[in-house]
């Protein structure tokens, strides 16, 4: 009996992790307004690709391998990558990607594993990634747990999906013999969750780096989302600071928590005021800390803060707002000083993700849209923070997708995915590829 309450009461503790963690996904993807105008002759291209009997066998392919997709999954999953240490699991994609016969596989100098599968033409290169590292801290535990038809492991969503999509994407393409015109780089990269900071794609699109002309990133799951809008972001940890002492005899010293708990004041009034109209913005204070006992005036107090926007000026705009909150604080604390030094404080960012769009008139945005079509499923424009948003930033046409299945409770303990018709997400991937990068001399679909 103390058995069967034990394992509902993990039942129950891993329902109310997901549904927390959906409600989050559900508020960063924000549909895109207005109507989506679909070019003809793009839908007509393809239509025509997609009954070409090399996509077809491909097609089939994906359909019948997918226990060994479902097999990759679980040994991703169960090889942990918090953040900014994805070696280990690194090591092991690159290996996977080198049993597929890809021309070349390395891996860079800040931990992305890269393959390239050459084009018959190269004039053109396409980037297909999926990040490498969870939010999870080392130690967390990852051993993937079945219910049923539900998976259940911390990442084994958001974004191990991701990388067994690219997997069986290129297995897709090798079983049916597809040449494309361009090169494509199949890459699992690093930094993309919390304080990576993307650093992971800032390292693959920096001055000098590979020649990139359209990527695709694969992020979580489902079969439905564009995301053509990266949502921008800036992140700091404020830290004020003081000499510290004790509450009654060394009275009079300036008080960092004062100073924060003023700033926030300041920062939460005037960011709730501009926040109320205009495209939408958001802040957040997710962390603080500081101090040593209940009777000791700290020496430091700080917070983290992260603020979002898909307008590249409105998030300029509520970053002055919290600059001025942190030296009214500042000042203010430093009015009441009765003795001692005045407080300082240290401003560091810790995160910085820029926002931007890719047209809907675009020619990516374009096919994939159609390809979704395509499965008899209605695709939805999306915003949020991936991958794409740095080629999106550099002006690069850029989508984010997801890697079909359902997964839930991303972020949380209780994340998990459920393979329903997984391999279709897999297959509108692979149709989008090929459209994008040329089946060569076979079909003039671009």
């Given at each position: 009996m103390k058995k069967r309450f034990h394992f509902i009461i993990i039942l129950i503790t891993i329902w109310s992790c997901s549904e927390n963690a959906q409600k989050e996904e559900v508020t960063e993807n924000v549909d895109s307004p207005g109507s989506f105008e679909l070019s003809e002759s793009i839908?007509?291209?393809?239509?025509?690709l997609t009954k070409h009997p090399k996509i077809q066998k491909a097609f089939q392919y994906i359909k019948e391998k997918d226990a060994q997709t479902i097999k990759d999954l679980i040994t991703l999953t169960e090889i942990e990558a918090p953040p900014f240490k994805e070696t280990i699991r690194g090591l092991k994609y690159a290996d996977m990607l080198r049993a597929e016969g890809l021309d070349s596989v390395w891996i860079d100098d800040t931990g992305n594993v890269i393959g390239l599968r050459k084009g018959q033409k190269g004039d053109k290169v396409l980037a297909l990634a999926a990040h490498l590292d969870t939010v999870f801290p080392e130690g967390t535990p990852v051993k993937v747990k079945q219910m049923g038809d539900t998976l259940y492991a911390p990442g084994i969503a958001d974004d191990t999906r991701g990388l067994v999509t690219l997997l069986a994407t290129l297995r897709g393409m090798n079983a049916a013999n597809i040449k494309t015109d361009d090169h494509i780089l199949f890459v699992g990269d690093v930094g993309e969750e919390g304080l990576g900071d993307l650093r992971g794609m800032k390292h693959l699109f920096r001055d000098g780096g590979p020649k990139i002309d359209y990527f695709i990133s694969?992020?979580?799951?489902?079969?439905?989302?564009?995301?053509?809008?990266?949502?921008?972001?800036?992140?700091?940890?404020?830290?004020?600071?003081?000499?510290?002492g004790h509450s009654w005899g060394a009275f009079g010293l300036g008080n960092p928590h004062h100073a924060l708990g003023a700033a926030i004041k300041y920062f939460a009034q005037e960011a709730d005021q501009y926040t109320a109209t205009g495209i939408k913005t958001s802040y957040n204070v997710g962390r603080i800390?500081?101090?040593?006992?209940?009777?000791s005036i700290p020496?430091?107090?700080?917070?983290?803060?992260?603020?979002?926007?898909?307008?590249?000026?409105?998030?300029?705009?509520?970053?002055?707002?919290?600059?001025?909150?942190?030296?009214?604080?500042?000042?203010?604390?430093?009015?009441?000083?009765?003795n001692g030094r005045p407080l300082t404080v240290q401003v560091k960012m810790i995160g910085n993700r820029p926002s931007g769009e890719t047209s809907t008139e675009d020619n990516l945005v374009q096919r994939a849209w159609a390809s979704t079509t395509e499965f008899g499923i209605e695709p939805k424009l999306r915003i949020s923070s991936t991958d794409s948003n740095i080629p999106i930033s550099k002006g690069i046409p850029a989508v984010t997708l997801g890697?079909?299945?359902?997964?839930?409770?991303?972020?949380?303990?209780?994340?998990?995915?459920v393979n329903k018709d997984g391999y279709v997400g897999i297959q509108r991937v692979l149709l989008i590829v090929v459209a994008q990068t040329g089946m060569a001399n076979e079909i003039n679909n671009r």
């Open positions: 839908n007509a291209q393809i239509e025509e694969i992020d979580g799951t489902g079969s439905e989302n564009v995301t053509n809008r990266g949502l921008g972001s800036h992140r700091y940890r404020i830290t004020f600071k003081g000499p510290g800390g500081g101090g040593t006992s209940v009777n020496f430091e107090s700080w917070m983290e803060v992260d603020m979002r926007s898909e307008s590249p000026q409105r998030l300029a705009e509520i970053d002055s707002i919290l600059q001025r909150a942190i030296k009214r604080g500042l000042d203010e604390q430093n009015e009441l000083l009765r890697g079909g299945g359902i997964g839930k409770g991303a972020h949380s303990l209780g994340e998990y995915f």
